[in-house]
């Protein structure tokens, strides 16, 4: 699953196109329904093709920018909204700035409002204006789709540049750490705490303990729903609400955590490397006030410079944050500083070390060192990194893709083996998060499929295939890995769980009964399929057919499993006295019609039993 974050100036449209899109109206606020502007984070969904994709709606008001900053860190893709009949304002440049910092690589333009300019030229002239302002930034190639939220018009454009976008977004990984930063904390009577936020790094199942942090705290998963819908289990990239028991609404706030117990630590100082924006009023001065924002969360920190004295507008360096209150993040972590008063958006950085553990002498040799390598990463982060994107791959096209293909390389996949992080499927090598994530979608798969559908023996190899999005090769690696570990069974072409059979109500004992009995009764002439399928059926006649009580011959022809013994031991027998058979003689031996003899002796060749010469069957070559 995906997640698509709206950006842009106020009243441009963007909560106005995503109730277009979507049906929901993502302002939940009374307030912003009086004041029709949009303050807090909103929330929809919608279909796109075969995918659910979740929608945050942020408020484009400057005086609400932190709101915005609380939705955006955890897009996949950016819904860059633009209105035709004003064109490039403030807060577009602001917002495009952001999402610059913290590298939303994905994004589409759209330019709202279009049933507002009558001139054409004018419309043409305001796409111009938008080409040029995402020049030289992560949505300089973003495509440009006019559109009413009104009329509809465009609309449809823009869904299918929306799944085109998407189709290049790779799922987000399982790296086995689940955490959700919180961006809405509420209670509903009956449930209790609920806490809503896009889930990352790892799975959370119901009953499982967590911990919210900064503070922590614990609690239990009692229940969990994504677009409210109810989830056994949630996977990272998912719209999450957590309903969490033994802990009060009033103990946790926008900003935290949720993750596992003894997973993620608390950080004080975070190491990063930082750039400043080209249009930025002042340099970047040490120990300069600021305000940091990382996932949901707002800090006040203070910014030592690392290595020089400021870091210059459209520069960047290494600096360390000193955080006057505590945060939680993990290496890679992007992140938004803005001056405190008058707000304004100062630049951005990645975080380089969440846990340095101390304030670091600034001009040392050692800690400038220190820094480079941290920026560049260690051969086992870049290979785990790489492997992470890429999911199940061979060695050397991994070693190629992460540029370690030396000793180096081979030492540090050596290394992530022995450790446990990377693990072998066959010909593969995967992550152990990757590993446990695609086991976890294909067991979840299975389930689903045996409650919607429990009278079918299993799913189709094929179907399972796509749900997981693998390619054939290491797909069946993972299949006979499962099938090793006993956690599934296989069936021919059908795949299911071990405690997985058909079984039938009373009620469909009874018609099963009752068709057998005409099986019984009518012997070699048997009741066609339609005749079956129309006395108990479709899904019950599949279902016989599955657990082997039905075999059919072809379109029409089908028996009980009984009949269809006895008549191809009859026939095997008379092949052997006679050394050949005709559809006639079959006809007489079982004194039956020439459909049914036919059928019987095209199942026979099909089952290379027999071959066909002239107009008879004798035992096929290979068949003693």
């Known amino acids: ?64 920018i932190e709101n915005m900053l609380a939705g955006v860190g955890g897009i996949d893709l950016a819904l860059f909204v633009v209105a035709a009949d004003e064109g490039v ?9 952001i999402l610059d910092l913290l590298a939303i690589n994905r994004g ?24 040029e302002a995402v020049r030289g930034t992560i949505l300089a190639n973003a495509p440009i789709v006019p559109v009413s939220a009104r009329t509809g018009s465009g609309l449809s454009l823009l869904k299918q540049a929306l799944i085109e976008c998407l189709t290049s977004v790779q799922p987000r990984p399982d790296l086995g750490r689940p955490r959700l930063w919180i961006d809405r904390v509420f209670t509903l009577a009956g449930f209790g705490t609920i806490v809503t936020g896009t889930l990352m790094d790892g799975s959370f199942r119901v009953g499982d303990s967590v911990a919210i942090k900064p503070g922590n705290l614990n609690a239990r998963i009692r229940g969990l729903q994504t677009h409210k819908q109810k989830r056994d289990i949630a996977h990272p990239g998912t719209r999450v609400a957590i309903n969490l028991t033994g802990i009060d609404r009033d103990e946790i706030y926008r900003g935290q955590t949720v993750t596992k117990p003894g997973m993620l630590r608390e950080s004080k100082i975070l190491d990063i490397q930082y750039r400043h924006l080209p249009d930025a009023e002042t340099s970047l001065k040490h120990n300069t ?105 061979d060695v050397d096209s991994l070693l190629q893709k992460a540029g370690l293909q030396d000793e180096a390389g081979h030492a540090a996949l050596q290394h992530l083996l022995d450790s446990g992080q990377v693990v072998v499927l066959d010909k593969f090598v995967l992550t152990a998060s990757t590993r446990q994530y695609l086991q976890d979608q294909a067991l979840d798969a299975l389930t689903h499929y045996h409650r919607d559908n429990p009278l079918k023996a299993g799913i189709e190899r094929e179907s399972l295939r796509s749900k997981l999005q693998l390619l054939s090769a290491p797909f069946t690696a993972l299949i006979q890995s499962l099938t090793n570990d006993g956690l599934i069974v296989e069936l021919g072409a059908l795949l299911r769980l071990p405690d997985h059979f058909i079984r039938f109500s009373p009620e469909q004992e009874r018609a099963i009964a009752d068709l057998m009995d005409i099986f019984s009764r009518q012997g070699v002439n048997s009741p066609s399929v339609k005749e079956c399928r129309d006395f108990v059926g479709d899904a019950l006649y599949f279902a016989l057919v599955d657990s082997g009580k039905l075999k059919p011959l072809n379109s029409e ?63 096929h070559p290979g068949r003693f």
């Not at 842009?8 to 993502?26: C, M």
């Not at 589409?108 to 080409?131: C, G, R």
């Not at 027998?573 to 050949?580: E, T, V």
């Not at 039956?592 to 099909?606: F, G, M, P, Q, V």
Request: negative net charge.
């Open 1 to 64: 699953m995906h997640v698509i974050g709206t950006a842009g100036h106020v009243d441009h449209g963007k909560s106005t196109l995503v109730h277009a899109l979507t049906g929901i109206d993502p302002d939940r606020l009374r307030e912003e329904k009086e004041r029709e502007m949009t303050i807090d984070l909103g929330f929809a969904w919608l279909n796109l093709g075969e995918e659910e994709v979740g929608v945050i709606d942020v408020p484009g008001h400057r005086d609400f």
């Open 89 to 97: 304002m403030p807060q577009t440049k602001e917002h495009l700035a």
């Open 108 to 131: 589409i333009i759209a330019l709202t409002k279009i049933d507002l300019v009558d001139d054409p030229e004018w419309l043409e002239l305001v796409s111009l204006e938008v080409s």
């Open 289 to 393: 006030a600021v305000k940091v924002y990382i996932g949901s969360a707002e800090v006040n920190a203070h910014a030592r410079i690392i290595g020089q004295e400021e870091v210059k507008a459209g520069e960047a360096g290494p600096i360390q944050l000193a955080l006057e209150s505590p945060t939680v993040a993990v290496r890679g972590d992007r992140l938004i500083l803005r001056r405190p008063s008058p707000g304004a958006t100062l630049g951005g950085g990645q975080i380089l070390d969440p846990n340095p553990g101390r304030r670091h002498r600034r001009f040392k040799a050692d800690v400038l060192a220190r820094f480079a390598t941290l920026e560049k990463g260690s051969p086992d982060e870049l290979l785990f990194q790489t492997l992470s994107r890429l999911g199940p791959t």
């Open 557 to 619: 022809v089908v028996y009980s499993v009984g009949t269809y013994t006895e008549l191809i031991t009859r026939l095997e027998q008379y092949l052997l006295d006679k050394g050949s058979v005709t559809a006639a003689e079959v006809r007489d031996l079982l004194g039956t019609s020439r459909k049914y003899a036919i059928a019987l002796l095209e199942h026979l060749d099909e089952l290379r039993i027999t071959r066909r010469v002239g107009d008879r069957r004798e035992f």
